[in-house]
């Protein structure tokens, strides 16, 4: 309704009682135009739905048993029917129809599964009709406790138009039900298989699935040095009653990986791809090279293992991958394509019926690669992506060892709008606050709505501006609120003017990329001299791109020129 009246359309609606009266007066419709008609009656003529002319279109959900279309619809109109497929017999049964009245169907949900991309494009248009207060929420919302889950079940079985929402609060006293869970169990008679197996995750994950009564692991490492050290581990996972060997196998070399698969002599129960290789580097400065160092073992060891495997009856194939498929890393292009691979193809498995998961996760906090590099860590922060302790991993690991592809149908039939959700796990992703939204291009997307702080939702309309910005922010309103003073800028006194309201936000921005208090910024020191690499100044360029349209090249913000004189240098490009 509301769509139809945003494009200029006159709109009647037919509710089957008058308490549902509300929703479509919320919607714009007018009074005149709202037809109660019980569902007992519904057949639509002249008579009960008309005071004008003729309607162009009918949208009919429920497909009524009798609509007199003739009287109803003008030559050359439409009847749209929506849901599931189903006849028009009892429609159109006992009438004679003048010509060009077309009868169809719509079914949101084939076509989604037959057409994403166009669904896409139409909920892109719907989601712009949002974002511009074209349409808007008129459903109420009933909140309740959550000792009162019962009624809100009720409501919704006895067809309450209301949506329940049920409140959870750590301080209710009311405590809900637990379920038993089964501990995890594995086979003594299969052979697990970890990649990456001599790594910090990799030990860990090797522990744990030996003290889950695993009774036989493989670990891959192409690493001589690691492979020559793993007798410590050897001997811990033993003492589990475990037989662990170490494999030298490159997993991005299809041969290796077929040579070891073959060289297994049990049944092989499971995979745990966690093989990893980092390069950061500028994607500007990356060679095809760099980008396949990073990007094989990742992409094509899981190819490898997918093939060496289909035919193997596995419990598992989990692909550890990371948050930087999601939300980005600035250096890491590589790493963040392939852990977007790994999260697609945990869904191209669980389509073909295979089981499969990714799980996208922070950094590790106490083991691991960034655990052992402060400057990868502060980036990564900067970023959203957030620490995760082993102990969450493994959690995790557990949900998705569990964890099976669903069907497309359940028992009754009804079919899912997206099967393949179960695929991904995502831990680490950063609630965004009005800083993370200021600074990182992820946060601003539509689609991470759910991680917005409450805070940063109701903050627009806060009485107190400046209550919760961050430094970036409050420098880029000063600026702002200059330009939108000056009016008309012109050379000389307006690029003096506007050079210290520059220079506080790149003071600003280079904190953040630092991760260090703004006061700590000096004007007269160059950003080499705290320390600013490559690829923070990479951050540093896109941000100036993106809020003051000026191309700031890295060989400057890598130069000897302080902060002041860069905010000099982007003042006059402004100008010309």
């Not at 000792?147 to 409501?155: L, V």
């Not at 329940?164 to 995890?184: A, E, F, G, R, Y």
Request: charged fraction near 20%.
């Amino acid at each position: 309704m509301q769509l139809a009246m945003l494009f200029g359309a006159e709109v009647a609606t037919i509710i089957p009682h008058e308490k549902y009266k509300h929703l479509p007066e919320k919607c714009g419709v007018s009074p005149d135009n709202i037809f109660v008609v019980p569902e007992a009656q519904m057949d639509l003529d002249r008579e009960n739905v008309m005071r004008n002319e003729p309607y162009s279109v009918i949208l009919d959900p429920v497909h009524h048993h009798a609509i007199d279309c003739p009287t109803v619809l003008v030559s050359g109109g439409k009847y749209i029917g929506i849901g599931r497929k189903r006849s028009f017999k009892s429609v159109m049964d006992g009438m004679t129809y003048p010509g060009n009245i077309t009868f169809t169907n719509v079914d949101i949900l084939d076509l989604y599964r037959d057409n994403k991309r166009r669904i896409g494009r139409i909920l892109g248009q719907i989601m712009g009709y949002i974002d511009g207060d074209g349409l808007k929420g008129i459903i109420p919302l009933a909140i309740r406790e959550v000792q009162d889950f019962k009624s809100a079940f009720s409501a919704m079985a006895d067809g309450s138009y209301e949506k329940q929402v049920i409140k959870l609060s750590s301080s209710n006293s009311h405590s809900m039900v637990k379920t038993q869970q089964k501990p995890l169990r594995l086979s003594q008679d299969k052979t697990y298989i970890i990649t990456g197996g001599l790594g910090g995750l990799g030990r860990a994950i090797a522990v744990w699935l030996a003290s889950n009564g695993a009774g036989r692991l493989v670990l891959l490492t192409s690493s001589p040095t690691r492979a020559a050290g793993a007798n410590d581990l050897l001997q811990e996972l033993t003492a589990y009653g475990c037989k662990a060997t170490v494999a030298r196998c490159d997993v991005a070399e299809f041969s290796d990986v077929s040579r070891v698969i073959a060289s297994i002599e049990t049944p092989v129960g499971g995979v745990i791809h966690s093989a990893l290789r980092l390069s950061d580097r500028s994607f500007t400065n990356m060679t095809l090279d760099d980008f396949k160092t990073v990007l094989d073992p990742k992409l094509q060891g899981c190819m490898n293992l997918h093939k060496t495997l289909r035919n193997e009856n596995l419990d598992f194939f989990v692909m550890l991958s990371s948050g930087c498929g999601i939300v980005g890393s600035p250096g890491q292009a590589a790493y963040s394509a392939s852990s977007t691979f790994l999260d697609s193809f945990a869904r191209y498995r669980h389509h073909l019926g295979l089981p499969a998961a990714s799980i996208d996760l922070g950094y590790l906090e106490e083991i691991g690669y960034v655990s052992e590099n402060p400057t990868v860590q502060s980036r990564l922060l900067a970023t959203g992506v957030n620490p995760v302790s082993p102990k969450e991993v493994l959690d995790i690991l557990e949900a998705a060892i569990v964890s099976r592809p669903r069907t497309r149908g359940g028992p009754s039939g009804i079919l899912q709008y997206d099967p393949y959700t179960d695929s991904q796990f995502i831990i680490g992703i950063t609630l965004i606050d009005k800083a993370m939204e200021s600074s990182q291009t992820w946060a601003k997307d539509k689609k991470f709505n759910s991680l917005r702080s409450m805070h940063t939702r109701i903050g627009s309309s806060s009485a107190v501006p400046d209550e919760g910005e961050s430094p970036i922010q409050k420098a880029t309103k000063r600026y702002q609120d200059a330009i939108r003073r000056h009016g008309e800028l012109h050379p000389g006194n307006d690029e003096s003017a506007l050079q210290p309201l520059i220079c506080s936000m790149l003071m600003a921005k280079m904190a953040q990329v630092l991760s260090i208090d703004t006061s700590e910024i000096r004007p007269t020191q160059s950003a080499v001299e705290y320390g600013i690499d490559s690829l923070m100044a990479i951050e540093v360029r896109s941000w100036t791109r993106t809020t003051l349209s000026v191309d700031l090249p890295v060989n400057e913000l890598m130069s000897p020129y302080s902060i002041q004189d860069l905010a000099g240098r982007i003042a006059q490009k402004l100008f010309k």
